[in-house]
């Protein structure tokens, strides 16, 4: 079946620093890959979102580039902010018949001043 | 436009009673999803319908558990006598169409967090 796993958290960083949030996945066919990012209190958001091997999901400065060699969607942004403080959540879509969604367990990102 | 709106946004019941969990989704949206969210378990896929049909129920957790879509739009979610397990954010969602050969963006609604005590 599908499967997605992505790094604990919870993510510390200072602002400014750099941010890698690492998602891999097992899937048959060929999925399509997203992050999804939920703030407090708020509902789940689509940040990005590839469709085929090699796109490169691009959103708010954060990217995330669809390794097929490696089965990866690794989540990556150059300086990140404290507004980035929420939760990250790699999920995979594929079509059979339907297409529905499965999700990683989430990383919780804190951004501190 | 609004987007996906759910009710209540939290809900405290006792262990035994019935819930109902309510999703209005986007206009003209025919796809409309259900998840919950478990403390430490990520979001897990519980049904969904396209139109007002259901074709697999096979995610829901028990037999306790059923939804239903009136209209093409207005879907319930129904927890029948809870069980402290069943304490979650449940999650629904909607999208534009499905099994089109593309993938269509589910748009999600803010959740109604459940407490089972």
């Known amino acids: 079946g599908n499967s997605v796993t992505q790094m604990e958290g919870p993510v510390t960083l200072s602002e400014e620093a750099f941010l890698t949030i690492n998602c891999t996945y097992t899937?048959?066919?060929?999925?399509?890959l997203f992050w999804y990012v939920q703030y407090p209190g708020e509902g789940l958001q689509l940040l990005l979102k590839?469709?085929?091997?090699?796109d490169k999901g691009s959103n708010k400065g954060f990217e995330a580039t669809y390794r097929k060699e490696t089965t990866s969607f690794h989540l990556e942004k150059g300086s990140v902010q404290v507004s980035d403080s929420a939760v990250y959540f790699c999920?995979?879509?594929?079509?059979?018949?339907?297409?529905?969604?499965?999700f990683g367990k989430g990383t919780m990102l804190l951004v501190s001043p | 436009g609004a987007g996906v709106s759910q009710s209540p946004s939290n809900k405290v019941t006792e262990k035994g009673k019935d819930v109902e969990l309510r999703c209005d989704p986007i206009s003209g949206h025919t796809a409309l999803y259900w998840y919950r969210q478990s403390l430490g378990q990520g979001l897990e896929f519980l049904i969904y319908f396209q139109g007002n049909s259901a074709p697999d129920k096979s995610g829901l957790p028990s037999d306790r558990f059923s939804a239903e879509r009136t209209g093409g739009s207005v879907s319930t979610l129904t927890i029948q006598r809870t069980q402290q397990e069943d304490s979650a954010v449940y999650l629904c969602?909607?999208?534009?169409?499905?099994?089109?050969?593309?993938?269509?963006?589910?748009?999600f609604g803010p959740g109604t967090r459940l407490t089972v005590l």
């Open positions: 969602a909607s999208s534009l169409k499905i099994g089109t050969g593309d993938y269509n963006e589910q748009f």
């Open positions: 999920a995979l879509g594929t079509l059979s018949g339907y297409s529905t969604l499965t």
């Open positions: 590839a469709t085929k091997a090699d």
């Open positions: 899937a048959t066919g060929y999925p399509s």
